[in-house]
């Protein structure tokens, strides 16, 4: 069972920054896409951004302008970049993983575990 690894949520004050990661483990030969979603008790999952194998980044235009997905230079890492966060943000943030692994070379996606994000005002 392929688990991604996230790090990097916590409490933070309004206008703050925060770093989320993820990592993939390196069975996952070839990835198609990376996104973040977040989620709030009793509402839909959104995504908030992704990025594709060709480097084409995209954001929720409740985001755009203030956070940044990138990949790491470990190839199996992806990063949300949180800046101005205000509290409308604060969510559990999961980060989702589309790629392939020896065990499994269909094309499937995978989630981490979750990662809390709460911003004060």
């Known amino acids: 069972q392929v688990q991604l690894v996230e790090s990097g949520g916590g409490l933070v004050q309004t206008g703050g920054s925060l770093r989320l990661s993820c990592s993939a483990p390196g069975s996952m030969y070839s990835i198609a896409n990376m996104r973040w979603y977040r989620q709030v008790a009793g509402k839909e999952r959104e995504l908030v951004a992704s990025?594709?194998?060709?480097?084409?980044?995209n954001y929720s235009d409740l985001v755009k302008g203030r956070f940044t997905i990138s990949r790491g230079d470990v190839r199996n890492t992806v990063f949300l970049e949180m800046n101005s966060l205000r509290p409308e943000d604060t969510a559990t943030y999961l980060c989702n993983i589309e790629g392939r692994t020896y065990s499994q070379p269909k094309l499937t996606n995978y989630w981490g575990q979750g990662t809390q994000v709460t911003v004060s005002s």
């Open positions: 990025l594709s194998i060709g480097g084409t980044s």
